[in-house]
């Protein structure tokens, strides 16, 4: 997800490096599921509440050469399998809270994943990575 940060993350790490306002990192940050994909300043449509889905906690590994990257699988949902469609995923973000909170990442899949009853989604170890350059 190369520099496809939010107007939110953006403003927040100029204020912060350059001295006028302190940035409170996130005490975590969670995987979303988009059926419409987020973009700067619009939110996008995240996969809903129900059938078994929830953001998941993301474990990152060690920064270097200006990138990061999830260190363990993230698996949606947790419990094993959709309840529910979930519809056609497009993208995922990166949120600072697992309900609400600010979306702060963000970037479309490879390739578009349809969500059923009984079907499950995840991200390998180190498939998640997000880039400054």
Known sequence: MAGNLTNYLENALLEHS???????????????????????????TEVTASDGYARQQI????ASNGAI????????????????????????????????????????????VTVGTGDSFSITSGGLTLTLD
Do not use: C
Not at 22 to 42: E, I
Not at 59 to 62: M, N, R
């Open 69 to 112: 990257a999830n260190s363990s699988a993230i698996n949606w949902p947790s419990s094993g399998s959709a309840t529910g469609s979930w519809g056609t995923i497009v993208a995922v973000g990166v949120s600072d809270a697992l309900t609400g909170g600010n979306l702060l990442w963000y970037g479309p899949l490879s390739a578009s």
């Open 18 to 44: 350059t001295g006028k306002t302190l940035w409170t990192k996130p005490t975590d940050t969670y995987a979303a599921l988009y059926v419409v994909a987020p973009s700067d300043s619009a939110s996008g």
């Open 59 to 62: 474990a990152w590994g060690s």
